[in-house]
């Protein structure tokens, strides 16, 4: 059998986290097993598609490297992929149902649905239709015909039994007929809901192997039932597990950005987040973190997915991501950083950047930076032209708290000796001003930050001498004297 997967998702919102581990999960079973692929679009939902959604599904699929084998922009043999463009299928497929009494027609307006709910309610019942349409005869049928009443399809759920399935990561799973209800399969509007669409397609698509989320879960006795009524083979099913935020609640806007790309706007590397995704709910062993695309795609097994609900922790994915950004060669790092700062820096700053200039400034922030949107804070100094902006009382913190004059001595001495450096290297820098914090009688430190300040209008940065040499003589010793002038 050859395995054939689908990503089926509905372009009624900005995918999150919880649908892009979906899709990983099927692309990565597919290319494990030299299967297939599908990017399915079910979009039957009308009145809640969002302008934009479908092309940030497809952003977001794209930025993590989930290549599809059939679908839009694709096409393939078992197309279209649009599920708003299939609707002759569902219409045959409701049809057939209704022909073999599997299937009925209700005309019950919402007005009288939503009195059934509260009576029900009332009676502390659990809500669901009271199948008064199931059994109408062809003269009640007409009447309501005639009154111009638009009806839905409703499945005629069998009244006992049981339906009985394995699931790969649940194991044996059984629901009882009686609790389900006679739910609907096509909407007045004519279009099919996801019950009826997602089985007609995944038969006719002939899909294997339906991964999905933990929330599908009390769906499938209903499509077990489709199938069944339908003559279809059923797929096998594999149910994900839940993705909770770090207090093992529900994961939400609370928790952090939870849309895929937003996560990359804050400067998250695909490479981490296909990582991090891929270790919510599946592990290759107790202990291993960093795992190379090509690692997953070898060692993927269904097997290894877990029942207990993954944590989505940011703090891990921050430190997943510092750990991919170091692993980037400087020049790879320079463009990301190109494209990054020339977004995030002051208006003031001259665009382009010189690419050069910010190869020379990666080896001093790749051991710092964990996430891209950090770079312009930690690196503005480098590219501001004039002076920079900074209180007074940031150049004496804590040692000189009080003692502006001895700062202002320590200073003048720093930027007297600083001049008659010969070569503007960090090794000849350090070399000038650590004999003269002794012989001001000051720890080497506290100096250092004086000048850092000085320099960067910071307390923390990449090493000081390495900054000064980056930074250059000009612009160093020019803001020593600024900083001068504002402790005199």
């Known amino acids: 059998m050859t395995v054939r997967v689908r990503f089926a998702p509905s372009p009624t919102g900005i995918p999150h986290v919880g649908n892009i581990r979906t899709a990983l999960f099927n692309w990565l079973f597919a290319r494990h097993e030299g299967g ?12 809640r598609l969002v302008p934009g959604a479908l092309d940030a599904i497809i952003d977001s699929l794209r930025w993590l490297g989930l290549d599809w084998d059939e679908g839009p922009e694709v096409d393939g043999p078992y197309g279209p992929y649009h599920q708003s463009q299939r609707l002759e299928h569902y219409r045959r497929a409701a049809e057939g149902l209704i022909a073999k009494d599997a299937a ?43 009154k111009g009443t638009v009806p839905v399809v409703r499945f005629k759920t069998p009244l006992s039994g049981r339906e009985e399935f394995d699931d790969i990561v649940r194991g044996h799973v059984v629901f009882e007929n009686e609790t389900l209800d006679d739910f609907i399969i096509v909407k007045s509007d004519g279009f099919p809901t996801y019950h009826l669409a997602n089985v007609v397609d995944d038969h006719l698509m002939e899909i294997t192997h339906v991964l999905r989320a933990e929330e599908w879960l009390p769906s499938t006795p209903r499509h077990l039932l489709l199938y069944d009524a339908l003559g279809y083979a059923a797929p096998q099913f594999v149910h994900l597990p839940m993705i909770l935020g770090s207090d093992r609640a529900k994961l939400s806007k609370r928790h952090g950005a939870v849309s895929l790309l937003e996560y990359r706007r804050q400067g998250y590397l695909p490479e981490a987040m296909f990582n991090f995704l891929g270790l919510l709910g599946w592990s290759l062993d107790d202990r291993t973190e960093i795992i190379s695309r090509e690692e997953f795609i070898r060692y993927f097994s269904l097997e290894r997915i877990v029942k207990n609900p993954a944590i989505f922790d940011v703090e891990k994915l921050t430190w997943m991501n510092g750990v991919y950004v170091r692993a980037l060669s400087p020049e790879r790092l320079a463009e990301l950083l190109i494209e990054r700062l020339e977004e995030d820096l002051p208006p003031d700053v001259p665009r382009p950047l010189d690419r050069d200039y910010v190869l020379r400034i990666v080896p001093l922030v790749q051991e710092r930076i964990k996430r891209l949107d950090e770079a312009a804070v930690l690196t503005v100094f480098f590219f501001v032209e004039g002076p920079l902006e900074y209180p007074p009382e940031l150049l004496l913190g804590k040692r000189f708290a009080g003692k502006r004059d001895e700062a202002r001595r320590a200073l003048e001495s720093a930027t007297s000796r600083l001049p008659a450096v010969d070569r503007w290297e960090h090794d000849a820098l350090e070399g000038a001003l650590r004999p003269l914090a002794e012989e001001l009688g000051l720890k080497a430190g506290d100096l250092f930050m004086l000048v850092r300040v000085a320099v960067t209008g910071q307390t923390a940065t990449p090493p000081l001498f390495e900054t000064m040499e980056v930074l250059g003589r000009e612009r160093c010793l020019a803001r020593l004297d600024d900083a001068l002038h504002r402790l005199t």
């Open 104 to 146: 009925y027609r209700c005309y019950c307006s919402p007005e009288r649905l939503e009195q059934v709910r509260a009576e029900q309610a009332r009676r502390k019942e659990p809500p669901r239709y009271d199948r008064r349409c199931r059994n109408l005869n062809e003269d009640d049928r007409a009447q309501e015909e005639a």
């Open 36 to 47: 297939s692929f599908v990017l399915r679009i079910e979009d039957t939902d009308q009145t």
